[in-house]
């Protein structure tokens, strides 16, 4: 198809969870940080997501909120780079969920692994409700709702991600073509102006009729490089090319974040649920504190005793933070006994306070000031809504929900 111009958008969320911590960090936040400037980036607090499995008690979401935009910002996220949102404050979510709900098996979210994985986990709560068997079908249409092309997430989100795209393919399917798709597309030519109408034809012409790619590519410029068009003849003068109709909601790919699974500092996954974090913004003493009783080789128990690297969960934090001549002296230092424990966690004291201080003095303006907070998401979402309804405009034609 190729006639998805924002094919190049990323788009991911996050459950607002409060306070992140440097396993978040390394496992996503990092990765947006400098997805940033490569792509046009939507980011956004998927607080309805939260609803599916803390429906209850629904008190901490303006402050979790707050706090893990405000750790956004301290990662180095750039408001005015990315687009930097709230799911509830575009409603817009809301309005593709349902419409996608009709032409969704259950089947497909019966199926999701998180589904009957977090219900076994979570048994304390209630989670044989709509909300929660549709939490795959509400993160589609998150995706699909900007038409992003690619999704930064961990592993546990591959198999949203599929489903987004068997959803996605399902409506193309159905709801694809328009009516009277070629005579817009002939229309949208005689947009183009005199000279390049002719060109377009040839071009088309001859890569309908010989496959000539480079005549493709060429047609392609010239739709892409007018900037008089509207976005959907640009779209329909794109599909025409090669003949097919639109994609209205293009197939997003995964874009795996390559996670080091961040050790917390009883030696298992950094993780709010194990009460095992060093957070983004803690403080340095917190830090030094912390580090210092982590957890090493179980079997090095005496300065006198040999380690084993492999064995330790701060060597894995040696992964993440230090160069190669530190892991070198600290593997060969561990294996020799040529140094103790303490010594071998210095460097990883430093350079883990130099990140959090970092983190703190960026975080610092916004702390002492919600409101800008507020102001970076009510802009955002402003932005977010205006590609969201760009979007739906096309949904909702598509449907044939644009009245009588
Ligand atoms: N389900 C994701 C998570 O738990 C959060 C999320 C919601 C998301 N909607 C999304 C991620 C859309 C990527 C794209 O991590
Ligand atoms: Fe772990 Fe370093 Fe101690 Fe070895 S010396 S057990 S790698 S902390």
Redesign the pocket.
Known sequence: MGSNPQANRVLSGMRPTGQLHLGNYHGALRNWVDLQYQFPCFFFVADWHALTTGYEDTSTLPEYTREMVIDWLAAGLNPGVSTLFVQSHVPEHAELHLLLSMITPLSWLERAPTYKDQQAELQEKDLATYGFLGYPLLQSADILLYRAGYVPVGEDQIAHVEITREVARRFNHLFGRETGFEDKAEKAIGELGSRNSKLYRDLRRKFQEAGDAAALEKAREIVQSNTRITVADRERLLGYLEGSSVAILPEPQVLLTPTPKLPGIDGRKMSKSYGNTLGLREEPDSVARKLKTMQ??PA?VRRSDP?D?EK?P??SLHQVYSDETTRHW?AN??KSAG?G?LE??KPLIDRIMAETTTMRERAAPYEDNPDLVRAILNEGSEKAREAARETLDEVRSAMRLRGA
């Open positions: 090493t080789d090095r380690g690297p330790c701060v060597w600290a230092g561990c140094i424990c071998c966690k």
